[in-house]
């Protein structure tokens, strides 16, 4: 249980130092999403089930939504930039 623990920990580390230096939004996301879960899997290790619940669904989930949401807003996701429309045709 203790080796779980410390790759838990690690990775938690990992991701913190990956969003901060990524470059591309949607990755940096991402990242911060698996942050969010493997923080509320260390939550139910340390016998703490109502603040994983939390983590989990606010961190990764809410947070997250909130995010890919503003992504898409600023343009920065799901946008064809090549003038293409819908049929295919310019």
């Given at each position: 249980m203790i080796?779980i623990?410390?790759?838990?920990?690690?990775?938690?580390?990992?991701?913190?130092?990956?969003?901060?230096?990524?470059?591309?939004?949607?990755?940096?996301?991402?990242i911060?999403m698996?942050?969010?879960?493997?923080?509320?899997?260390?939550?139910?290790?340390?016998?703490?089930?109502?603040?994983?619940?939390t983590?989990?669904?606010?961190?990764?989930g809410?947070?997250?939504v909130?995010?890919?949401?503003?992504?898409r807003?600023?343009?920065?996701?799901?946008?064809?930039?090549?003038?293409?429309?819908?049929?295919?045709?310019r």
């Amino acid at each position: 249980m203790i080796v779980i623990e410390w790759l838990l920990l690690i990775f938690l580390i990992v991701c913190a130092i990956a969003v901060s230096i990524s470059n591309n939004l949607l990755n940096s996301i991402i990242i911060f999403m698996s942050y969010s879960l493997v923080m509320a899997v260390i939550w139910v290790l340390l016998r703490s089930p109502d603040l994983a619940i939390t983590e989990a669904a606010v961190g990764a989930g809410v947070t997250s939504v909130l995010f890919f949401l503003a992504l898409r807003k600023i343009g920065q996701m799901g946008h064809k930039d090549d003038g293409e429309n819908e049929g295919g045709r310019r």
